[in-house]
């Protein structure tokens, strides 16, 4: 015979029988009698616990309910009827202790979160919490052919993962990275950078002011400038980091979003190293058939200054299309050669040393790299969008 039966069997055996036909007398008659019926519930409890599938599993539950807490023959109403009604009086109040104890251990026990397994604390546990102050120990018994818990395994944001393919290549290049604060003087991320009191960009409809001398950063430069102070030429290095800028969202714009800026600085340096490195880059991030063209432009720090484009990832600059906007080229980065006046404020000899610099917006080069058409879907942790990138 299965244990859940013959213990089944010897439940609703003991309360159809009054206590005196038990021979139970007294209270510690009575304090056996009560665990040994709590034991049988937990046997039961556990034995529906492990039932597989989740159907059965909740099969098993209802019919011990029914059979527990059943309102017409239930065992704990059965008890009430047998043996509170003619016990002695004398023995009354323990009988309707031991009686709600154990109709909430058979409540708690049937609730869904009684079973042998692993809680959400990691830790191995068996029945519901409310039972176990009181459970016998044999239901503590670890059942090791019980399947495991699959534990979810979070994925590299696209983001970080951008950062990352970006840091490599520059690592390989043998550049370091360096970092700074996302608030910033007014100092380093303008006056430093020859961005002037007139410039648009200083325009608090551009930038977000804590105060009049400080401001959420608008790009990573000022960390080249810290850097610069800090350490003489050569000066080969990376900046990752957010930057902020008082734009309102849409599918390609955010107030927060992140840049890898880049400096070298030493003697002999020109605009062939510069574009030199931007095409091993390029063509390393999204592939050797990258070809990249360089525009002149204008920007504070630089001079002269490039803007980078590369041929299209998805027409191959063959025949244009919706993405390229029919010319064949992606607008990527921008770049130059360090403006000499930069170097009178950390120090360097200008007549000594010459450098280069570029900048780029991690959301695009994703967005591009791995086909994403909405900048905001980086910021909203939506799983469904995040588990792509396994
Ligand atoms: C120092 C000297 C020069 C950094 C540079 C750019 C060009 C550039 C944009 C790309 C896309 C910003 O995220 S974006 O909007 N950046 O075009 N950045 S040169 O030049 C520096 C920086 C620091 C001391």
């Not at 206590?19 to 049988?40: C, H, I, W, Y």
């Not at 009604?85 to 009354?92: D, I, M």
């Not at 931007?278 to 990249?292: I, N």
Request: proline share 5%.
């Amino acid at each position: 015979m299965e244990s859940s039966n013959r213990s089944a069997s010897d439940a609703a055996d003991l309360v159809e029988r009054s206590l005196e036909e038990l021979g139970v007398r007294d209270a510690p008659g009575l304090e056996a009698l009560f665990t040994q019926l709590q034991r049988l519930l937990h046997e039961e409890l556990g034995e529906a616990s492990q039932k597989s599938p989740d159907t059965a599993r909740q099969e098993a539950r209802e019919s011990l309910r029914v059979r527990w807490l059943g309102r017409k023959q239930g065992i704990v109403r059965s008890i009430t009827e047998n043996w509170l009604r003619s016990a002695p009086v004398e023995l009354k109040p323990a009988i309707g202790q031991r009686l709600n104890a154990l109709r909430e251990e058979a409540e708690n026990g049937l609730k869904s979160n009684y079973r042998v397994g692993i809680a959400d604390t990691g830790v191995y546990t068996t029945g519901s919490i409310a039972a176990q102050s009181s459970r016998p120990a044999a239901v503590d018994a670890l059942d090791i052919t019980l399947p495991g818990r699959r534990r979810v395994v979070g994925v590299e944001h696209p983001l970080r993962r951008a950062i990352r393919e970006i840091s490599e290549i520059f690592f390989s290049l043998g550049y370091s990275v360096e970092e700074g604060p996302d608030i910033e003087s007014t100092y380093y991320n303008f006056e430093a950078l020859n961005i002037p009191e007139d410039h648009p960009a200083r325009d608090d409809q551009d930038t977000f002011y804590v105060d009049p001398q400080t401001v959420l950063r608008t790009h990573t430069s000022p960390v080249q400038i810290r850097t610069m102070e800090k350490q003489q030429p050569p000066v080969r290095i990376i900046v990752p980091g957010r930057a902020f800028r008082h734009d309102a969202p849409d599918a390609t714009h955010a107030a927060m979003f992140h840049q890898v800026e880049g400096l070298a600085v030493d003697s002999n340096i020109t605009f062939a190293d510069l574009k030199g490195t931007l095409d091993y880059f390029l063509k390393a991030f999204f592939g050797p058939q990258v070809r990249t063209r360089f525009r002149p432009s204008f920007f504070p720090f630089t001079e002269p200054s490039a803007e980078v484009d590369i041929s299209c990832l998805f027409c191959g600059a063959a025949t244009g299309c919706r993405i390229c906007k029919q010319s064949g080229w992606i607008e990527l980065l921008g770049c130059g050669m360090v403006d000499p006046a930069l170097y009178s404020h950390v120090h360097y000899d200008a007549s000594k040393y010459s450098g280069f610099a570029f900048g780029m917006g991690v959301e695009r080069l994703a967005m591009l790299k791995y086909g994403v058409q909405d900048i905001q879907l980086f910021f909203q942790g939506d799983l469904r969008f995040l588990h792509q990138f396994r």
